[in-house]
């Protein structure tokens, strides 16, 4: 149930963020550190799946809350070996191309569909495994 709420919330975000790409002012200039759509898709999936832990944790303060979620960014990116600056940079430029945002977050939609069904396959065999 949760699951389904996590991905309808994701795939109601795909038109939102085309909408704000497509207001914004393309610059077509790519970023000499560009990150590769499939790397950004990676390290998407990654936080969303960060942003998520923290939200589960229930943490009392916004700055609370704010502070794990950096410590797992930081974590994140050091395990991907990704700049934070060529992040930054290739996300604003991905931003201003719709095209490629949209075919991004599908993947990161599959991705986390792909996590889901396995983490949920894994807590169903426990359940039957348990005397």
Do not use: W
């Not at 990150?35 to 916004?62: D, K, N, P």
């Not at 996590?115 to 348990?130: F, N, V, Y």
């Amino acid at each position: 149930m949760r699951r389904n709420l996590f991905l309808t919330c994701l795939s109601s975000l795909l038109p939102v963020v085309g909408f704000l790409a497509a207001c914004t002012e393309l610059d077509d200039k790519q970023p000499d550190n560009l990150i590769s759509e499939s790397q950004m898709v990676t390290v998407l999936t990654e936080i969303h799946l960060a942003e998520a832990r923290v939200s589960r944790l229930g943490l009392g303060s916004l700055d609370s809350s704010t502070i794990v979620y950096k410590r797992l960014e930081k974590q994140i990116f050091q395990k991907l070996k990704v700049d934070t600056s060529a992040y930054s940079k290739s996300y604003t430029y991905y931003s201003s191309h719709p095209l490629q945002m949209e075919a991004i977050y599908k993947q990161i939609t599959e991705n986390l569909k792909k996590k889901a069904d396995a983490q949920e396959k894994q807590l169903h065999s426990k359940k039957t495994t348990r005397p």
